[in-house]
Protein backbone atom coordinates (compact mmCIF):
# COMPACT_ATOMS: atom_id res chain seq x y z
CA UNK A 1 0.00 0.00 0.00
CA UNK A 2 1.34 3.47 -1.26
CA UNK A 3 1.91 5.31 2.31
CA UNK A 4 2.69 9.33 2.70
CA UNK A 5 3.87 11.39 5.30
CA UNK A 6 2.30 14.79 5.55
CA UNK A 7 4.20 17.46 7.93
CA UNK A 8 3.50 20.87 8.59
CA UNK A 9 0.30 22.95 9.06
CA UNK A 10 -3.09 22.00 10.72
CA UNK A 11 -6.45 24.28 11.61
CA UNK A 12 -10.05 24.67 12.20
CA UNK A 13 -11.69 26.63 9.10
CA UNK A 14 -14.12 28.81 10.52
CA UNK A 15 -16.40 30.01 7.95
CA UNK A 16 -18.12 33.76 9.10
CA UNK A 17 -21.17 34.57 9.04
CA UNK A 18 -22.50 31.23 9.24
CA UNK A 19 -20.49 29.53 12.15
CA UNK A 20 -19.65 26.50 10.28
CA UNK A 21 -16.04 25.12 10.89
CA UNK A 22 -14.02 22.30 9.24
CA UNK A 23 -10.94 21.24 10.17
CA UNK A 24 -8.05 21.72 7.59
CA UNK A 25 -4.84 23.04 6.58
CA UNK A 26 -2.82 21.85 3.45
CA UNK A 27 -0.97 18.68 4.74
CA UNK A 28 -3.79 17.91 6.93
CA UNK A 29 -6.18 17.98 3.52
CA UNK A 30 -4.23 15.82 1.81
CA UNK A 31 -3.12 12.97 4.36
CA UNK A 32 -7.10 12.87 4.55
CA UNK A 33 -7.30 12.78 0.54
CA UNK A 34 -4.70 9.97 0.07
CA UNK A 35 -6.86 7.94 2.73
CA UNK A 36 -9.73 8.42 0.75
CA UNK A 37 -7.84 6.92 -2.35
CA UNK A 38 -7.09 3.58 -1.00
CA UNK A 39 -3.59 5.18 0.56
CA UNK A 40 -1.88 5.03 4.05
CA UNK A 41 -1.14 8.29 5.60
CA UNK A 42 0.22 10.24 8.47
CA UNK A 43 0.10 13.61 9.77
CA UNK A 44 2.72 15.22 11.81
CA UNK A 45 2.23 18.04 13.75
CA UNK A 46 0.98 19.99 16.59
CA UNK A 47 -2.76 21.00 17.81
CA UNK A 48 -3.09 22.98 21.05
CA UNK A 49 -4.65 21.23 23.73
CA UNK A 50 -8.19 22.82 23.24
CA UNK A 51 -11.68 22.09 21.42
CA UNK A 52 -10.08 22.43 18.38
CA UNK A 53 -7.17 20.11 18.29
CA UNK A 54 -9.51 17.79 20.10
CA UNK A 55 -11.71 18.01 17.02
CA UNK A 56 -8.90 17.80 14.20
CA UNK A 57 -7.36 14.49 15.71
CA UNK A 58 -11.03 12.77 16.63
CA UNK A 59 -11.80 13.52 12.71
CA UNK A 60 -8.43 12.31 11.26
CA UNK A 61 -8.72 9.41 13.76
CA UNK A 62 -12.24 8.64 12.04
CA UNK A 63 -10.78 8.74 8.32
CA UNK A 64 -7.76 6.12 9.68
CA UNK A 65 -4.88 8.85 9.50
CA UNK A 66 -2.30 7.87 11.93
CA UNK A 67 -2.12 10.73 14.33
CA UNK A 68 0.96 9.43 16.65
CA UNK A 69 3.14 11.84 16.04
CA UNK A 70 0.81 14.82 16.37
CA UNK A 71 2.22 16.72 19.66
CA UNK A 72 -0.63 18.47 21.57
CA UNK A 73 1.01 21.17 22.95
CA UNK A 74 -0.55 23.71 25.73
CA UNK A 75 -1.96 26.65 23.59
CA UNK A 76 -5.00 26.96 20.89
CA UNK A 77 -5.00 25.33 17.99
CA UNK A 78 -4.44 27.25 14.47
CA UNK A 79 -7.84 28.60 12.97
CA UNK A 80 -8.17 30.03 9.38
CA UNK A 81 -11.26 32.57 8.98
CA UNK A 82 -13.43 31.85 5.70
CA UNK A 83 -15.53 33.29 3.77
CA UNK A 84 -17.64 31.49 0.81
CA UNK A 85 -18.95 33.66 -2.04
CA UNK A 86 -20.76 32.33 -4.60
CA UNK A 87 -18.90 28.89 -3.64
CA UNK A 88 -16.12 30.40 -3.71
CA UNK A 89 -13.80 30.20 -0.93
CA UNK A 90 -12.19 33.64 0.38
CA UNK A 91 -9.63 33.52 2.80
CA UNK A 92 -9.38 36.27 5.43
CA UNK A 93 -7.26 36.29 9.31
CA UNK A 94 -5.48 33.16 10.11
CA UNK A 95 -4.43 33.09 13.78
CA UNK A 96 -1.34 30.37 13.32
CA UNK A 97 -1.47 28.94 17.58
CA UNK A 98 0.53 26.63 18.58
CA UNK A 99 1.58 25.87 15.24
CA UNK A 100 4.42 28.79 15.22
CA UNK A 101 6.19 26.60 17.53
CA UNK A 102 6.05 23.81 15.40
CA UNK A 103 9.34 22.14 14.20
CA UNK A 104 9.75 18.37 12.93
CA UNK A 105 12.34 16.76 15.76
CA UNK A 106 14.77 13.95 14.81
CA UNK A 107 12.36 11.28 15.96
CA UNK A 108 9.29 12.82 13.59
CA UNK A 109 11.99 12.91 10.73
CA UNK A 110 12.82 9.28 11.57
CA UNK A 111 9.09 8.24 11.34
CA UNK A 112 8.69 10.05 7.68
CA UNK A 113 11.28 7.90 7.00
CA UNK A 114 9.46 4.59 7.11
CA UNK A 115 6.93 6.94 4.18
CA UNK A 116 6.98 5.77 0.61
CA UNK A 117 7.06 10.57 -0.29
CA UNK A 118 6.68 13.35 2.40
CA UNK A 119 4.65 16.19 1.51
CA UNK A 120 4.63 19.52 3.19
CA UNK A 121 4.25 23.32 2.37
CA UNK A 122 5.14 26.75 2.53
CA UNK A 123 2.98 27.09 6.03
CA UNK A 124 4.23 23.66 7.89
CA UNK A 125 7.68 25.13 9.29
CA UNK A 126 9.44 21.73 7.95
CA UNK A 127 11.70 23.16 4.98
CA UNK A 128 14.45 22.76 7.17
CA UNK A 129 14.01 18.76 7.44
CA UNK A 130 13.80 18.55 3.84
CA UNK A 131 17.82 18.33 2.90
CA UNK A 132 17.99 15.31 6.03
CA UNK A 133 15.03 13.57 4.29
CA UNK A 134 16.81 13.70 0.99
CA UNK A 135 19.84 12.51 1.49
CA UNK A 136 17.94 9.47 2.93
CA UNK A 137 16.51 8.75 -0.47
CA UNK A 138 13.01 9.77 0.17
CA UNK A 139 10.69 11.88 -2.23
CA UNK A 140 9.65 14.88 -0.78
CA UNK A 141 6.35 16.79 -2.80
CA UNK A 142 5.80 20.68 -1.42
CA UNK A 143 3.14 23.16 -1.71
CA UNK A 144 4.24 26.76 -2.76
CA UNK A 145 0.46 28.29 -2.15
CA UNK A 146 0.37 30.95 -3.99
CA UNK A 147 4.07 32.24 -3.81
CA UNK A 148 6.74 30.09 -4.99
CA UNK A 149 9.03 33.10 -5.58
CA UNK A 150 9.15 32.88 -1.52
CA UNK A 151 11.95 32.63 0.57
CA UNK A 152 10.69 29.41 2.18
CA UNK A 153 9.44 28.29 -1.13
CA UNK A 154 13.28 28.81 -2.72
CA UNK A 155 15.01 26.91 -0.03
CA UNK A 156 12.44 24.04 0.00
CA UNK A 157 12.12 23.40 -3.76
CA UNK A 158 16.00 22.85 -3.38
CA UNK A 159 15.21 19.56 -1.56
CA UNK A 160 12.16 19.10 -3.23
CA UNK A 161 11.16 16.61 -6.09
CA UNK A 162 7.63 17.59 -6.86
CA UNK A 163 6.19 21.08 -6.43
CA UNK A 164 3.33 22.73 -6.73
CA UNK A 165 1.61 26.00 -6.36
CA UNK A 166 -1.30 28.05 -7.52
CA UNK A 167 -1.95 31.17 -10.26
CA UNK A 168 -5.66 31.71 -11.63
CA UNK A 169 -4.60 35.26 -12.76
CA UNK A 170 -0.97 34.82 -14.68
CA UNK A 171 -1.21 34.48 -18.68
CA UNK A 172 0.28 31.57 -20.40
CA UNK A 173 3.82 33.21 -21.26
CA UNK A 174 3.74 34.50 -17.73
CA UNK A 175 2.99 30.93 -15.77
CA UNK A 176 5.32 28.99 -17.89
CA UNK A 177 7.90 31.50 -16.66
CA UNK A 178 7.01 30.73 -13.71
CA UNK A 179 7.16 27.30 -13.64
CA UNK A 180 10.53 27.17 -15.14
CA UNK A 181 11.78 29.45 -12.46
CA UNK A 182 10.71 27.03 -9.64
CA UNK A 183 12.00 24.14 -11.62
CA UNK A 184 15.31 25.67 -11.82
CA UNK A 185 15.92 25.75 -8.39
CA UNK A 186 15.57 21.48 -8.10
CA UNK A 187 12.17 19.99 -8.47
CA UNK A 188 11.90 17.33 -11.46
CA UNK A 189 8.09 18.09 -11.56
CA UNK A 190 6.01 21.65 -11.30
CA UNK A 191 2.78 21.71 -11.15
CA UNK A 192 0.44 24.61 -11.67
CA UNK A 193 -3.45 24.79 -10.33
CA UNK A 194 -5.46 27.21 -12.32
CA UNK A 195 -8.48 27.21 -10.76
CA UNK A 196 -11.55 26.41 -13.40
CA UNK A 197 -8.73 26.83 -16.43
CA UNK A 198 -7.55 23.53 -14.92
CA UNK A 199 -3.55 22.77 -14.47
CA UNK A 200 -0.30 23.24 -16.46
CA UNK A 201 3.00 20.53 -15.60
CA UNK A 202 6.47 20.90 -16.33
CA UNK A 203 8.08 17.25 -16.48
CA UNK A 204 11.58 16.00 -18.66
CA UNK A 205 11.30 19.55 -20.38
CA UNK A 206 7.93 19.26 -21.19
CA UNK A 207 4.46 20.94 -20.60
CA UNK A 208 2.11 19.26 -19.92
CA UNK A 209 -2.04 20.78 -19.80
CA UNK A 210 -4.92 19.49 -18.01
CA UNK A 211 -8.78 20.21 -17.77
CA UNK A 212 -11.14 20.16 -14.91
CA UNK A 213 -13.14 17.37 -14.50
CA UNK A 214 -16.86 18.64 -14.55
CA UNK A 215 -18.63 18.70 -11.37
CA UNK A 216 -21.05 20.67 -9.58
CA UNK A 217 -19.08 23.39 -7.17
CA UNK A 218 -20.18 23.85 -3.53
CA UNK A 219 -17.51 25.27 -2.16
CA UNK A 220 -13.69 25.04 -3.63
CA UNK A 221 -12.53 24.78 0.10
CA UNK A 222 -9.22 21.84 -0.47
CA UNK A 223 -9.67 21.56 -4.23
CA UNK A 224 -5.74 22.03 -4.52
CA UNK A 225 -5.02 19.97 -2.01
CA UNK A 226 -7.25 17.68 -3.47
CA UNK A 227 -5.23 17.72 -6.75
CA UNK A 228 -1.91 17.17 -4.87
CA UNK A 229 -3.18 14.27 -3.32
CA UNK A 230 -4.51 12.66 -6.46
CA UNK A 231 -1.45 13.59 -8.64
CA UNK A 232 1.15 12.16 -6.09
CA UNK A 233 -1.00 9.29 -5.49
CA UNK A 234 -1.30 8.25 -9.27
CA UNK A 235 2.61 8.99 -9.39
CA UNK A 236 3.47 6.60 -6.65
CA UNK A 237 1.20 3.90 -8.55
CA UNK A 238 3.56 4.45 -11.59
CA UNK A 239 1.30 6.85 -13.84
CA UNK A 240 2.42 9.20 -16.24
CA UNK A 241 2.36 12.49 -16.26
CA UNK A 242 -1.11 13.22 -18.34
CA UNK A 243 -2.34 10.24 -16.20
CA UNK A 244 -1.57 12.08 -12.98
CA UNK A 245 -3.12 15.67 -14.26
CA UNK A 246 -6.58 13.48 -14.37
CA UNK A 247 -6.42 11.86 -11.47
CA UNK A 248 -5.48 15.37 -9.65
CA UNK A 249 -8.76 16.99 -11.58
CA UNK A 250 -10.85 13.70 -10.78
CA UNK A 251 -9.57 14.06 -7.01
CA UNK A 252 -10.94 17.69 -6.91
CA UNK A 253 -14.14 17.40 -8.48
CA UNK A 254 -14.84 14.68 -5.50
CA UNK A 255 -14.16 17.81 -3.05
CA UNK A 256 -15.66 20.63 -4.82
CA UNK A 257 -19.13 18.67 -4.52
CA UNK A 258 -19.51 19.42 -0.90
CA UNK A 259 -18.72 22.20 1.90
CA UNK A 260 -15.28 22.21 3.95
CA UNK A 261 -12.51 20.85 2.84
CA UNK A 262 -13.51 17.37 4.13
Same mark, same amino acid.
Given at each position: ?27 ? /? ?17 ? *? ?7 ? =? ?14 ? =?? *? ?10 ? *? ?38 ? $? ?13 ? %???? $??? $? ?6 ? =?? /????? %? %? ?60 ? %? ?35
Amino acid at each position: MIRIACVGDNCVDVYDGTGESYPGGNPV /NVAVYIRRLGGSASYIGAV *GGDAGGRML =LSALGERGVDVSRVRV =LP *GATAVTHVSRIN *GERVFGEYDEGVTADFRPSPEDVEFMCSHDLVVSGIWGHA $EGCLGELRRRGIPVA %FDCS $EYP $EDAVSAAA =LK /NTDIA %F %FSDDVSDDAALRGRIRAAAALGPAIVAATRGGRGSLVLAGGNFYEGSITPCSVADTMGAGDS %FIAGFLYARLGGADIPACIRAGSDCSAVTLGYYGAW
